[in-house]
């Protein structure tokens, strides 16, 4: 798990902009502490108001976000969790939930936060899941990527200037 040379994160206003979150059910501790770093980001980057889907897997995600992209949100994070096993399964799941989150991204032209983690196992997610005694929180990370994109493209489209 590397962790090294993420960005500094400094929390910037967000409260204009409106942001959905779509998040698993599958692997409970894992998810509740991925949602509540979401949540985290989301407060100190005053997004007022977001609106939070729970689905049934990391399958279903990308589906959910495409629906939620067609409303006009800003932003879509998605959370997940998929924890490799004896079968194909796990690269299946991932495979598809990656790439069809992508696809809503560029479709819709919206970033969509990739909270989406993909582990050989249990303590792998635990440790990115923003817990007590976790070494990261994806999902933090996630929306905090997730808004400042957000920003850039808001910027882009207003042909304002973007610094440098």
Known sequence: MSGEGSPTDRPFDCHDLRVAVVAASWHEKV????LEGTLDALKRHQVEQPVVVRVPGSFELPVVADALAKQGFDAVIALG?????GTPHFEYVSSAATDGLNRVALDHGIPIGFGLLTCDNEEQALDRAGLDGSKEDKGYEATSAALQTAITLRKIRRREHLGG
């Not at 998810?31 to 991925?34: A, E, T, Y």
């Open 31 to 34: 998810m509740n502490g991925l």
């Open 81 to 85: 969790v998929i924890i490799r096993g």
